[in-house]
T-cell receptor, first 112, second 111 residues
Framework: AQSVSQHNHHVILSEAASLELGCNYSYGGTVNLFWYVQYPGQHLQLLLKYFSGDPLVKGIKGFEAEFIKSKFSFNLRKPSVQWSDTAEYFCAVNANNNDMRFGAGTRLTVKP | DTEVTQTPKHLVMGMTNKKSLKCEQHMGHRAMYWYKQKAKKPPELMFVYSYEKLSINESVPSRFSPECPNSSLLNLHLHALQPEDSALYLC??????????FGEGSWLTVV
């Protein structure tokens, strides 16, 4: 089965700083990749997804992610974070078999 | 817009109680899921139904019993739970097994 690693457990940034959260997956075949966000006390929301095509995908709220197949990575980026981006971010991978697996999550704290 | 509706939002139950969590979606999605999420942890897959048939069961204890009465509904029957089962239970659905859309969850406390 596929697995996902998020190496950053907790990231603390000041407003306007740039963000990059790491995500690596382990699976030998074709995968679909996702980033979800969970704001405090709220449910999971889809930020962006990659199925195929352009490896640079753009999502909501100014987020983007780049799929690098050779590195099995799908890092999340945002040029300038805001206080409202404070949340938990989960990378997830689905190997086209209804089996979605999540990374451990990265808690982002943005200081005003 | 996608919508997965879960009830109840909060449930407190004793260890000898029998209760159920309910989930509904009217988007025509053919796959439905139950996930369990503990505080500050990622969601853990429990069950997947595909075309109303159980396709994945992640070795979940039998005190959790899923049921898919039809393509729009998914239940999770709870019986003889333990305090460590207290968590946020997330229902989700997917049109074709790729993008998954989550409900707001049911907060379960076992006392």
């Amino acid at each position: 089965a596929q697995s996902v690693s998020q190496h950053n457990h907790h990231v603390i940034l000041s407003e306007a700083a740039s963000l990059e959260l790491g995500c690596n997956y382990s699976y030998g075949g074709t995968v679909n990749l996702f980033w979800y966000v969970q704001y405090p006390g709220q449910h999971l929301q889809l930020l962006l997804k990659y199925f195929s095509g352009d490896p640079l995908v753009k999502g909501i709220k100014g987020f983007e992610a780049e799929f690098i197949k050779s590195k099995f990575s799908f890092n999340l980026r945002k040029p300038s974070v805001q206080w409202s981006d404070t949340a938990e971010y989960f990378c997830a991978v689905n190997a086209n078999n209804n089996d979605m697996r999540f990374g451990a999550g990265t808690r982002l704290t943005v200081k005003p | 817009d996608t919508e997965v509706t879960q009830t109840p939002k909060h449930l407190v139950m004793g260890m000898t109680n029998k209760k159920s969590l309910k989930c509904e979606q009217h988007m025509g999605h053919r796959a439905m899921y139950w996930y369990k999420q503990k505080a500050k942890k990622p969601p853990e897959l429990m069950f997947v139904y595909s075309y109303e048939k159980l396709s994945i069961n992640e070795s979940v204890p039998s005190r959790f019993s899923p049921e898919c009465p039809n393509s729009s509904l998914l239940n999770l029957h709870l019986h003889a739970l333990q305090p460590e089962d207290s968590a946020l239970y997330l229902c989700a659905s997917s049109p074709s097994g790729n993008t998954i859309y989550f409900g707001e969850g049911s907060w379960l406390t076992v006392v």
